[in-house]
Structures are given as structure tokens and as C-alpha cells.
């Protein structure tokens, strides 16, 4: 009998064919697979019990580290330090389920939507007249070449320009004339084109957003008065990505011009991306807004994946006119320090770790200490997504 007639058997041939069950020439693989003939001698079932405890056992096991993961996580929700605090995903659904079930609780930023008192016509608001001057600054230049490049040290210019710790020091005190590095070094990309440069010169509101990487496509604003599609002028940052992927998927029209929109969007496109990472090239538009815009004397940011849904002139009158405010930005909802956001970064694999690490040990030297609860500290972590100015009046040179 070969080794394939012992492994397949037909019926009934247990009973039929009795052998001896001693290894043989014949069949090598006896002592391996056992021969069907052994009749009801079967010594699997005696080993078959044993593994009834082993598989409860495992069971139990995984049961306990599911709920050690569990406790972490609860904990981690709620832990103060900036590493376990950045580790909680307060998005997942597990900590929605746990909210929900009253297990962990919120922060108070989180707990509801704070009712906002807008007004409600915004044909009734009155808009402040003239432009405030800035009281100390009156003449500002920017610094446009980059000097290591020009003298052959660099083999291209940086976007920011090679500024050096005495000339940082220097720019944080205000004086009446002032030259700083503010981005935009020639020959270093983000550059609009002409019809471009010609539109924003009369925008004089403006409200901007940005798409870049070609992560999405322009969400339509809502409930814009009549007198808000007047007076605004709705710009959406592209790059060059982004503009191809948006003119694949949605309706682009074209005026005489050569401008480019998609419904009250505005589409602007920055050519020649100066940085590899996205993420690094969508923060010129939201924070280099003034330098893209001059004449804007007020602005509102929203980031690309949002939708506004409240005429901009009624956000305008709520968080700067009303209390007579410059600047109004956000809470960040899940962190409370810029600590935190660096480990989420770290974490999230948004930047390069030794970067980041150095990044904070700047801000570290600078007196930039952890966020601690009951005390307001200059390194809070504030939410850029949505962001509301006025641009003061000051000479550029």
C-alpha cells in the first residue's frame, strides 16, 4: 500500500482491511499519518482535550489586552501630559462610543457648539469707514533677493531667504521703518500670473480658501447676501496639480480676461510650488495672505475641505466690528499646545521628525513652556482653519 492510498481511503475499508501498524518499507510515513485501518484506536482524542483550556485561555488573554488598550485609551483622553493627550484620537468612533456611554467626558471645547449671536441682516451692518492706520509701523519693505544665492553659497534661493538669528531678533522689534524676510524671494516660485495680480488689485474684502496637492474640488459657499457677492471678492488658492485635477471634475469657465472660476470661486493659481510637501505650500496663502493681496483691507481664511455657510459680512461684524477687534482666530479642538500639536505631527507622519524636534527646541529656547490647566500660556494651540483680520494701512515698499 502506498503513502496516497494511506492518506485517502475509501469507505468502509477501515473494517475491511486490518494491518499491522508497524513501521515498514511500504509505508514510511506511518508513524506521521496514521493508517485509517487502526480501527477504533484513534490517539488524536486522547490529545484533542488539551487543547479545550489552551483555546479558553487565549480567549481570556485577548479579552484582557483589549481591555488594557481600552483603559489606554480612556486615559490617554483625558491625561494632561502633551504626548498621551496627542495620542488620543478624539475623532474615532470608539471615543465617540465611550462619550456617548458617559465613560470619558469631553473638554469643555468640545462638549457643545457655543451659541453665536450673529445678526441677521446683513443689509443692516454698518461698515467702519477708512482704514486704520498702523501706530507705529509706517514704513514697511520686504527683503526680495536672496543674498547666499546671489554671491554662488546656495544653488537656488529659499522662499523665505536665509535670515539669520540677529536679523530674526531684529524683525520682532516694531519700529517706524522696518525690512523684513517675508517670503516671495525672486526666483523662487509661488508667482500669480498677470490677470491674476490685475483682479485682486480692487479686492478690497476678500474672502480665501486653498486647495493644493489636488486633495479636493471648490466648496460653494451658501446664504451669501446680494451685497456680499458684491462687496467680497472669493479667491481660491490653487497649484498647478490642484488646478488640473479640479478642471477634470467640475465645470471651469473662463471669462474675456483669462480668469478662471468655479461658481463664486475665483480660482488663483501660485506656479513653480516652492516647497515638495503640500502641506508646506498651503500655509503661503494662509499666512502670507497680505503679501498675495495687499489691498485687502479685511480678510476670512477657511481651509479647503470646509464650507462656509454665514455671509461674510455678518462674521466681520460679529468677531471684529462688534468688540472692535484686528484679528480673531479659533481654539484648536483637540489641542491645547503646540506640544501636543508636535507629537500628532510626529504621530501622523506629517513631517519629518528630526524637523519637527528642532522646530520646538526653538520655540523651547524662546520661552515657549507647556500648556498647563487653569493658566493661559503664549504656547496655546490655536486652530488656523478659520481665520478673521483686518489688514492695517502701512506704506510698502
Not at 106 to 123: F, G, M, V, W
Not at 268 to 291: A, C, F, M, Q, T
Request: proline letters at 6%; a positive charge; charged letters at 25%.
Amino acid at each position: 500500500m502506498g503513502i496516497y492510498e494511506d492518506l485517502f481511503v475509501k469507505k468502509g475499508s477501515r473494517t475491511q482491511n486490518p494491518v499491522n501498524h508497524t513501521l515498514s518499507a511500504t509505508n514510511p510515513l506511518a508513524w506521521i499519518y496514521p493508517s485509517p485501518a487502526l480501527g477504533r484506536y484513534r490517539p488524536l482524542h486522547s490529545i484533542r482535550p488539551l487543547f479545550r483550556p489552551t483555546r479558553l485561555c487565549s480567549r481570556i488573554l485577548w479579552m484582557l489586552l483589549t481591555l488594557i488598550a481600552l483603559l489606554f485609551h480612556v486615559w490617554s483622553c483625558q491625561s494632561s501630559v502633551s504626548f498621551f493627550s496627542a495620542i488620543c484620537n478624539k475623532d474615532s468612533k470608539v471615543f465617540t462610543i465611550l462619550n456617548n456611554t458617559g465613560i470619558v467626558s469631553e473638554p469643555l471645547n468640545l462638549q457643545h457648539r457655543c451659541p453665536i449671536p450673529l445678526s441677521k441682516d446683513p443689509d443692516k451692518i454698518v461698515i467702519p469707514k477708512g482704514r486704520t492706520p498702523d501706530d507705529i509701523v509706517k514704513d514697511l519693505s520686504y527683503v526680495m533677493e536672496d543674498e547666499l544665492w546671489n554671491n554662488g553659497s546656495q544653488r537656488s534661493p529659499l522662499f523665505g531667504g536665509h535670515q539669520n538669528w540677529s536679523q530674526r531678533e531684529e524683525s520682532f522689534k516694531l519700529k517706524s521703518t522696518m525690512k523684513v524676510h517675508c517670503g516671495f524671494i525672486h526666483n523662487n516660485g509661488a508667482e500669480m500670473a498677470p490677470s491674476d495680480i490685475k483682479y485682486v488689485k480692487k479686492c478690497r474684502f476678500v474672502v480665501t480658501s486653498g486647495i493644493f496637492d489636488g486633495y479636493d474640488i471648490p466648496q460653494q459657499p451658501s446664504n451669501i447676501s446680494l451685497r456680499s457677492k458684491k462687496l467680497f471678492c472669493f479667491l481660491m488658492v490653487v497649484d498647478e496639480i490642484s488646478l488640473t485635477f479640479i478642471m477634470q471634475n467640475v465645470t471651469v469657465k473662463e471669462d474675456g480676461h483669462g480668469g478662471k472660476w468655479v461658481g463664486i470661486w475665483r480660482l488663483v493659481l501660485l506656479k513653480y510650488s516652492p516647497y515638495d510637501e503640500p502641506r508646506r505650500n498651503g500655509k503661503i496663502p494662509k499666512i502670507l495672505l497680505h503679501r498675495l493681496f495687499p489691498q485687502a483691507q479685511y480678510s476670512i481664511w477657511i481651509d479647503g475641505k470646509m464650507e462656509l455657510i454665514v455671509d461674510p459680512l455678518l462674521i466681520l461684524e460679529r468677531y471684529l466690528w462688534r468688540g472692535k477687534y484686528t484679528f480673531a482666530i479659533a481654539q484648536h479642538k483637540h489641542h491645547h499646545s503646540i506640544y501636543e500639536e508636535a507629537d500628532a505631527n510626529k504621530r501622523r507622519k506629517r513631517y519629518a521628525r528630526p524637523l519637527i524636534d528642532l522646530h520646538m527646541k526653538i520655540y523651547g529656547y524662546e520661552g515657549m513652556e507647556s500648556w498647563k490647566p487653569g493658566g493661559k500660556t503664549i504656547s496655546e494651540k490655536r486652530s488656523t482653519a478659520f481665520c478673521v483680520g483686518m489688514h492695517p494701512r502701512i506704506r510698502r515698499g
